[in-house]
């Protein structure tokens, strides 16, 4: 019989998803049996599934998770890498994150990881301290981008 693997690699896609007003959206993560990770803000986003293409996973997982379509428009400009041991398995984590648009479903509430889904103002996003890693880095390149624009 074969052990199981003490080490495990995951990507994990994001959706930084805007909507016409430039709202960002958020979801909350339900996970008590992880009290870190419990009541935490991150964008919707999950794991890249076997032969599955990161655009696919951002719009799948933000369907899943918040009930709303999205459009991918484009990769943002930053990779980030995580280690976290889970279920004693040390999981090395890779973090992409694509900005996607609104276009069309309808919140939805179904996902048994999330508690709520909310829509924020670029300048009210929450705050570091209440989000997972990651977010706030991305909430970062984005705006960078914003500015940048012509």
């Known amino acids: 019989m074969k052990e199981k693997s003490t080490l495990k690699h995951v990507v994990i896609v994001k959706s930084l998803v805007v909507n016409d007003s430039g709202e960002i959206l958020f ?78 479903g309808e919140k939805s509430m179904k996902d048994h990881g999330v508690s709520d889904v909310r829509w924020f103002k670029p300048d009210e996003v929450p705050k570091e301290s209440d989000c997972l890693s990651g977010t706030s880095e991305y909430i970062n390149v984005y705006r960078s981008l914003m500015q940048n624009k012509p």
């Open 27 to 104: 979801v909350k993560r339900k996970w008590e049996e992880r009290p870190e990770l419990h009541g935490k803000w991150e964008f919707p986003g999950g794991k890249l599934e076997y032969l599955e293409q990161p655009e696919q996973t951002a719009k799948r997982e933000a369907k899943e998770e918040t009930g709303y379509n999205v459009e991918v428009k484009a990769l943002l400009p930053k990779l980030l890498s995580f280690s976290k041991v889970f279920e004693g398995i040390n999981c090395s984590l890779t973090l992409i994150c694509y900005l996607c648009k609104l276009i069309g």
